[in-house]
């Protein structure tokens, strides 16, 4: 920036006057122009003149520089606000910029936000169509067993009634085959009878002279025979007894011979008794043992098995029992088997608990597997005994008692007479009570012959002679879940798995696998052994009644209904 010298400075004062005058000269100008009014288009060469003249009033003025100096540094104003204007509006653009990316980083969020919404509603539509997809599946799989179950327990019922309506076809035409057969016999009969009856009346009429006179012929015949063996009898007598009257000596010697005669006779019969009593004690079967390993003159097949040798018995093959009963019974069964060899006495047993719980499969397999003699008898064949049943039980003992290697006698239903009763007045019959003591007698002391091994269902009717006789005694519960698994399991292998007796092969479906046989153990909670058994018997049967060869889950569905309905009846 330039500024006026001093000397211009000093001079300022004095030009200010002029400069006033010039600028009132120039407004009146200037306002005398104003009153001459100028067309739109039209070029007023006044003004023209009017600034012409201040131009030049100004170039003489002692202020022209500053004038010019002045209306320079306007002219810089106006061109540094218009620089500000410039960089207003770009601020003003910085800051819209500014504000539109946050807009658009707003909108972006928004929209991310928006599509992470949309994702999780989508994925949240497609898992509840997904499930309401396989709830349709299963409801139509169910829908599809059902009819299946349905339309096999429809087949399995035309079957049966098939088979029932057959079955009385067939005895209906067996008894009219009969009935007919038996007229048809009765008729022959009578025909055959009235033939017969009508040839011999004509046989007789025409024979009856010559039956006549064979018969008088035959009656003469053996009168005469007769009267000569009377009279040759009585010849030989009277001979004899003239000896015998003429020789004293002969006579004697006839009756010593007679003498010896009936002392022989009579010796060799209770020689004969003896010596039966003997053999019958050792070989014989007394009739109380229904089953033995021991060889007697009526052997069975069992004897012809037991040959084998003493090595430890794998009792539990083939029953399934718990852990710690499994344990305990391990551990009296080697008791048991060693005591022979060790010279110690035998300990008697007893099982008791539910019906088919496998008290009577266990004492068996141990009777046969223990490596000693063993003999197996029902206390239900004591009661129709009577009299006899307290010599039996003699008989029986005596003969237990000369087993060389020792012999195991299982008692199976032993309540039936060795049960509580001989206080009172009506409750035992004599003969019950005498065999109750007899084998109280033959069990009161150590015995190293004879180990007994009672069973039954109620323990508490035992008499308490009786208890007082057992050494160790076990409950048998109903199998557990996981006992159950394996019984069935087995069952299955032996049942239906494998083929019978005459080759016959059962197809099992998939669907009777594992998990399968996990949900029959867990709603057969209660049966025991023997119900599963005949539950799987039940299957097989059902196999072969409906007249195909294969096991549906359909079928066995429909047998374990009917089975878990009907186990408490």
């Known amino acids: 920036m330039h500024w006026p010298s001093r000397r211009k400075k000093e001079e300022a004062p004095v030009s200010d006057g002029a400069a006033s005058k010039e600028q009132q000269s120039s407004s009146q100008s200037s306002s005398a122009g104003e009153k001459k009014s100028i067309q739109p288009g039209q070029f007023d060469p006044d003004e023209l003149e009017r600034g012409a003249t201040a131009l030049k009033a100004i170039d003489e003025s002692k202020h022209s520089a500053w004038a010019f100096e002045l209306a320079r540094m306007q002219e810089g104003t106006v061109q540094l606000g218009h620089q500000k204007a410039v960089e207003e509006q770009k601020s003003n653009r910085m800051q819209l910029e500014s504000q539109l990316y946050a807009v658009q980083a707003d909108e972006q969020r928004k929209t991310t936000s928006h599509m992470a919404d949309a994702e999780r509603h989508l994925s949240q539509y497609k898992a509840q169509i997904e499930h309401q997809l396989q709830g349709n599946k299963l409801e139509l799989q169910q829908a599809q067993l059902d009819y299946q179950m349905k339309r096999e327990m429809e087949q399995f019922g035309g079957h049966e009634q098939i088979r029932m309506r057959n079955e009385a076809e067939l005895e209906e035409v067996s008894r009219e085959t009969m009935r007919m057969k038996a007229k048809f016999d009765q008729f022959n009969a ?217 012999l195991v006698l299982f008692v199976d239903e032993a309540d039936a007479f060795l049960r509580r009763g001989r206080a009172g007045s009506g409750g035992m019959s004599e003969d019950a009570r005498n065999a109750l003591s007899v084998f109280l007698h033959h069990t009161g002391t150590e015995n190293h012959r004879v180990a007994v091994i009672l069973a039954t269902n109620v323990p508490g009717m035992l008499d308490r002679a009786v208890l007082d006789r057992i050494d160790e005694a076990f409950e048998f519960p109903r199998p557990a879940y996981d006992q159950r698994i394996q019984m069935l399991e087995m069952f299955m292998d032996t049942y239906v798995r494998s083929p019978s007796k005459t080759g016959s092969t059962i197809q099992v479906d998939e669907g009777i696998d594992q998990k399968f046989m996990e949900q029959i153990a867990t709603r057969t909670e209660g049966l025991s052994g023997r119900q599963l058994a005949k539950l799987v018997l039940a299957f097989q049967s059902a196999v072969f009644g409906s007249g195909t060869n294969k096991l549906s889950v359909g079928l066995a569905e429909t047998v374990l209904q009917w089975r878990l309905a009907h186990s408490d009846e």
């Open 190 to 406: 009578v025909s055959g009878a009235k033939a017969d009856a009508e040839g011999a009346a004509a046989q007789e009429r025409q024979n009856i002279e010559i039956r006549l006179r064979e018969l008088r012929a035959s009656s003469a015949e053996d009168r005469r025979s007769r009267l000569e063996s009377i009279d040759e009898v009585m010849g030989s007598l009277s001979s004899g007894a003239q000896a015998l009257y003429e020789d004293p000596s002969k006579g004697i010697t006839a009756v010593a011979g007679l003498t010896m005669l009936a002392l022989g006779v009579y010796s060799a019969r209770a020689a004969t008794r003896v010596a039966s009593t003997v053999l019958e004690r050792n070989l014989g079967r007394p009739p109380l043992v229904r089953e033995t390993s021991r060889w007697t003159w009526r052997p069975n097949i069992e004897q012809w098995k037991f040959w084998r040798k003493k090595e430890g018995p794998n009792i539990f093959q083939r029953i399934v029992l718990e852990e710690e009963l499994a344990q305990r019974l391990q551990w009296s069964t080697n008791a048991l088997i060693s005591a022979q060899e060790n010279g110690t006495p035998f300990r008697h047993l007893l099982l008791h608990g539910k019906p088919g719980t496998g008290k009577t499969l266990f004492a068996r397999t141990l009777a046969k597997q223990c490596g000693l003699d063993y003999a197996i008898m029902s206390g239900g064949d004591i009661g129709p005994l009577g009299k006899e049943a307290p010599h039996e039980l003699h008989k029986m003992f005596g003969w237990a008692q000369n087993s060389k290697r020792g």
